[in-house]
Antibody
Framework: EVQLVESGGGLVQSGGSLRLSCIAS????????MSWVRQAPGKGLEWVAN????????SYVDSVEGRFTVSRDNAMNSLYLQMNSLRGEDTAVYYC??????????????WGRGTLVTVSS | EIVLTQSPATLSLSPGERATLSCRAS??????LAWYQQKPGQAPRLLIY???NRATGIPDRFSGSGSGTDFTLTISSLEPEDFAVYYC???????FGQGTKVEIK
């Protein structure tokens, strides 16, 4: 079955760090750009980060630039999100998602179920 | 920044009825709009991209239309599994709409 499964979420204090993982099954991550998308409680969806197939290009939403780092290990079919200097507004369910390109921008054509990150003050 | 406004916020319908969901953009997004379905505790699912293209495995009761600033997702005859929240999205790093919940009447 083609799927993405996230892990690594939990409760962390403000200023702390957390590393999220996403394992793909049923397909090879090597062939695809990947994203992280988050959803704060009761709120809408927000794109967080992208990473190119070989990891050589990365991009981030302004609010996490310099604090979050997206990476991947294609041999392990895995995607990661290292989150440092966490803030209350980072509290959300974090989804990994596979990118479907449309021109110069993208959609998300496969999502995981997400992992909840809660940042306490 | 492009803002996507979805209406109504909640749609109460019975199985077998037709559902019509609206997404309005604050400026033209051309022919670049997607619709996603989200059920509680489940992974979101891409239904429609580039306004009217159904994603892989999506049944043909789901259809998308529109251009420029006004877009519609139509579910021709609601199945029990279609009761969920639906989001529209321009592309890429642009914001998503706030969602329309389709609930059982």
């Amino acid at each position: 079955e083609v799927q993405l499964v996230e892990s690594g979420g939990g409760l962390v204090q403000s200023g702390g760090s957390l590393r999220l993982s996403c394992i793909a099954s049923g397909f090879s991550l090597t062939n695809y750009w990947m994203s992280w998308v988050r959803q704060a409680p009761g709120k809408g969806l927000e794109w967080v980060a992208n990473i190119k197939r070989d990891g050589t290009e990365r991009s981030y939403v302004d609010s996490v630039e310099g604090r979050f780092t997206v990476s991947r290990d294609n041999a392990m079919n895995s995607l990661y999100l290292q989150m440092n200097s966490l803030r209350g507004e980072d509290t959300a369910v974090y989804y990994c998602a596979k990118i479907l390109w449309s021109g110069a921008l993208w959609y998300f054509d496969l999502w995981g179920r997400g992992t909840l990150v809660t940042v306490s003050s | 920044e492009i803002v996507l406004t979805q209406s109504p916020a909640t749609l109460s319908l019975s199985p077998g009825e037709r559902a019509t969901l609206s997404c309005r953009a604050s400026q033209s997004v051309g022919s670049y709009l997607a619709w996603y379905q989200q059920k509680p505790g489940q992974a979101p699912r891409l239904l429609i991209y580039d306004v009217s293209n159904r994603a892989t495995g999506i049944p043909d009761r789901f259809s998308g239309s529109g251009s420029g600033t006004d877009f519609t997702l139509t579910i021709s005859s609601l199945e029990p599994e279609d009761f969920a929240v639906y989001y529209c999205h321009h592309r890429g790093n642009w914001p998503f709409g706030q969602g329309t919940k389709v609930e059982i009447k």
